[in-house]
Nanobody
């Protein structure tokens, strides 16, 4: 099993930046794929960005060029750097790990973009 703890959310003005962190309870060397998802009120959860063990990344079209996912294996942590934030980025952001035959989720962190 994998426990995930997210942090770094908050309130930011449009155009601002935030960096989310996701710390795993086991070495992320062993986790094939880690990703960030988000869910806005009344909407389905959607993939924001993913990163493989080998460092291959993928992004939703809506965040390409603004968000960057990275992993620091020595700290068992995955980051999501979010720049040029827009009000439509407001959501609860969740970290997900695909490990073995299971999917594991964190508890989520709220990101609110508002003036």
């Amino acid at each position: 099993q994998v426990q995930l703890v997210e942090s770094g959310g908050g309130l930011v003005q449009p155009g601002g930046s935030l960096r989310l962190s996701c710390v795993a309870s086991r070495s992320i060397y062993s986790i094939n794929l880690m990703g960030w998802y988000r869910q806005a009120p009344g909407k389905q959860r959607e993939l924001v960005a993913g990163i493989t063990t080998g460092g291959i990344t993928d992004y939703a079209d809506s965040v390409k060029g603004r968000f960057t996912i990275s992993r620091e294996n020595a700290k068992d942590t995955v980051f999501l750097q979010m720049n040029s934030l827009k009000p439509e980025d407001t959501a609860v952001y969740y970290c997900k790990a695909e490990y073995g035959r299971g999917d594991y989720w964190g508890q989520g962190t709220q990101v609110t973009v508002s003036s």
